[in-house]
């Protein structure tokens, strides 16, 4: 198993665009990514959806596996649109996830995801969907993530549009990861592309998630450089 949180202080705190792999053909995943990783690119962002949480199916360990053996070098951001997260942590860890996100909706402890996200060696992540308070969210599980993932559409599907709403949560997480003294990244997903990338990099986001926007551009490596760019920018 890897440990996600040294993989993450790797990184750094580089701004990026992260291609995320729900758009892409699942019947060739190794190559669709291929391009994008010979291009510097260093996170792929991947979507397990249970059909419970949200009203879609996706992928579970087995898929992140095979991804895993195709790309051993990147960082797999995995996002867990599922009910029951911390049942799975340990086997997306052992499958090669470096990072998971878990949902604030389910009302699980933020103290207690910590724990198991340290025990099977992955770095952790929150994610609040769009009609979520935010400032309860943001106080509780800040101190214990190492990111907060801000969503800008309503999960389960690729391809929606970006709220506009997000920009002003974008930046109170901001704030209050300020006055709270901790600094987790802050990624934004839903809607992203080369019109709104910049506003979420104003507003303070700095791991951009595209999936549409990206695997349906005409050319697929320019939309990931437009969006990488302005992520940069920060
Ligand atoms: C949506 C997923 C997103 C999705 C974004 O529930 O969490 O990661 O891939 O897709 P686009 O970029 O098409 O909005
Ligand atoms: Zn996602």
Redesign the pocket.
Known sequence: MSNGRDALRKLGSTGRALP?I??ADFANLGGAVEPFLRAGCEIL?V?V?DAHF?PNLTLGPPIVKSLRRHVPGVFLDT?L?VTSPLEYLERFARAGSDLCTVHVELGLSPETARAEADRVGVALGAAIKPGTPLEDAVRRWAPFVDLILI?S????????S?MPESLDRLRRTGEICTELGVSPILEV?????AGTGPQVVAAGARWL??????F?APDPLDAYHTIDRAAREA
Do not use: K, N, R, T
């Not at 559409?153 to 929606?160: A, L, Y």
């Not at 998630?209 to 990206?214: D, L, N, R």
């Open positions: 995320s729900l758009s962002h979507d959806m949200v996002h649109m969503m559409v309503e999960p389960g599907f690729g391809g929606q970006f997903d839903g809607g992203i592309d998630v595209a999936g549409s926007a990206i349906g």
